[in-house]
């Protein structure tokens, strides 16, 4: 294996991250085709190269660099949503289907409040929601 990156000891621009995680990104293929990730005890001179160039790369992202963090939607409301749209309802229709105000149900919605009981019930019942997701992620 020929080294590339022997004398770097730290990432402090944006170029030399680019390259050092092209490097990181040879040294993964070449020694995945080759077998020598096969095992994740694994210690060897691949292992070890990519390890390095892993701390600087991530060392580098921590402190120059920032991520947005990726929101995910509650299954529950994606449950209602498909239930929306399968009833053809839109908001509204739903908050009286379900007998909340519209206001509620538009917090409930986008995360804002939690759903109620009494509301669980009903999402049950008029919308067909699995009660299984009901309680998990209400």
């Known amino acids: 294996m020929k080294k590339k990156l022997e004398h770097l000891e730290s990432i402090i621009d944006q170029p030399t ?3 050092a995680m092209a490097y990181m990104h040879e040294l993964i293929d070449y020694a995945t085709q080759h077998g020598y990730l096969s095992n994740p005890e694994n210690d060897n ?4 190269e990519i390890g390095r160039i892993g701390i600087m790369c991530a060392d580098y992202e921590s402190i120059f660099m920032t991520f ?5 939607k509650n299954p529950l409301i994606i449950s209602i949503e498909n239930e929306m749209k399968k009833n053809k309802l839109n908001q509204r229709q739903a908050a009286e289907l379900l007998e909340v105000k519209e ?3 538009s917090q409930i919605m986008t995360g804002k409040r ?3 009981m009494k509301l669980a019930k009903r999402l049950y019942q008029k919308l067909r929601i699995d009660p299984k997701t009901i309680l998990e992620f209400s």
């Open 68 to 72: 947005k963090h990726l929101k995910v």
């Open 103 to 105: 206001n509620t149900f």
């Open 17 to 19: 991250y680019d390259e």
């Open 114 to 116: 939690n759903v109620s």
């Open 45 to 48: 001179e691949y292992t070890r």
